[in-house]
């Protein structure tokens, strides 16, 4: 028979075994998925304190990105989100080794899967965004270069990071895949069932030949 549940499949290798923190942070996927968190923090952290200035022209605060205040707020909210989905995803890492059914685990690495590719994608766009925003910035001089680069730099960072998470997830997804769909089977010798009545068997290799007379030569009697 197969075996059910899948036991190691989607990241439950570690099912009924302790929890070992410092195996667990010194995993690939757990390295950039930090990484990932700091380079949002600091993304919608440039731009919440030295992301607005007021221009001469204006007394409203305005984006540093050329003026546009979408670019900003478009950065700001990709940045918060993935802040918030990396310290999710970090929980679910910790917990999934010991949830006992497969089902559950595969929507959670489905979940990390299409989360990953779509923050790539977007931190792509943010990334092309804000360099096309500020390469028509005229007046840079007034504005804060710096927290610009890192804004655009670590936009760049993000896409590398959440390029490589989608890359885990895909790989943890297959492997999942793979345990869930080859079965082991344990081998036990048939059972063959007669319907012979026990009187009529005989055991094997009788022979049914009469039995030997003795040959002594004995004389008639008259």
């Not at 670019?71 to 080794?97: E, R, S, W």
């Not at 885990?168 to 048939?190: C, H, K, N």
């Not at 063959?192 to 003795?214: A, C, G, R, W, Y």
Request: net charge negative; aromatic share 16%; charged share 15%.
């Amino acid at each position: 028979m197969a075996e059910n549940g899948g036991a190691s499949a989607y990241g439950a290798a570690l099912a009924g075994g302790g929890f070992d923190f410092y195996k667990f942070i010194r995993q690939p996927q757990t390295i950039v998925r930090v990484l990932s968190w700091v380079f949002a923090l600091v993304v919608f952290a440039c731009i919440t304190t030295e992301g607005y200035v007021n221009p001469p022209s204006s007394a409203q605060a305005k984006c540093i990105f050329n003026q546009s205040d979408s670019a900003c707020q478009y950065a700001v909210g990709i940045g918060v989100i993935a802040f918030l989905a990396c310290v999710g995803f970090l929980m679910l890492d910790i917990y999934i080794p010991f949830m006992s059914n497969a089902q559950d685990r595969k929507y959670i690495v489905m979940a990390d899967l299409g989360f990953s590719g779509a923050w790539t994608f977007l931190w792509f766009v943010c990334f092309c965004v804000l360099t096309s925003q500020w390469s028509h910035t005229l007046d840079v001089i007034a504005f804060p270069e710096d927290a610009a680069r890192a804004t655009i730099a670590f936009s760049f960072f993000s896409i590398a990071t959440w390029g490589i998470l989608t890359y885990f997830a895909l790989g943890r997804f297959r492997r999942g895949v793979d345990d869930v769909s080859i079965p082991t089977y344990t081998e036990t010798a048939p059972e063959i069932h007669s319907n012979v009545p026990e009187s009529q068997k005989q055991p094997p290799f009788t022979s049914n030949l009469p039995p030997q007379s003795d040959t002594s030569y004995l004389p008639p009697k008259y």
